[in-house]
């Protein structure tokens, strides 16, 4: 099992940034992919975004590229989610899963997987985020 721990949630301004942390189990980051999810409000949680996924490695929803970004840190095995252009339908708990990178399909088919969250079977605690208009 992959423990996960999430946090570097907040209340920032919108246009702000701020970068999410999810430290992960060292012993078993190389096999896993790390995917980052939010749920607001009434919604259903939702996949934004996945490292160690893919060919390309990397793999963003519409609605984040190019205003959020996944990296990772290998010695430190913590991923981060860099998120920028901050904008009020951004709020949301945020949360880092991971899943072995072999049973997952390819990214652009997991990203429209109805209810993707099923897929990860580790997850971290969720870190709030809100951002004021």
């Known amino acids: 099992e992959v423990q996960l721990q999430a946090s570097g949630g907040g209340l920032v301004q919108a246009g702000g940034s701020l970068r999410l942390s999810c430290v992960t189990s060292t012993a078993t980051f190389d096999h896993y992919t790390i995917a980052w999810f939010r749920q607001a409000p009434g919604k259903e949680r939702e996949g934004i975004a996945c490292?160690?996924?893919?060919?390309?490695?990397?793999y963003y929803k519409d609605i984040v590229q190019g205003r959020f970004t996944t990296s990772s840190d290998n010695a430190e095995a913590t991923v981060y989610l860099q998120m920028n252009s901050l904008k009020p339908d951004d709020t949301a708990v945020y949360y880092c899963a991971a899943a072995e990178k072999r049973s997952l399909p390819t990214p652009r088919l997991l990203f429209n997987i109805p209810n993707m969250a099923r897929l990860f079977d580790s997850w971290g605690q969720g870190t709030q985020l809100t951002v004021s208009s």
């Open positions: 490292i160690r996924c893919g060919d390309q490695g990397v």
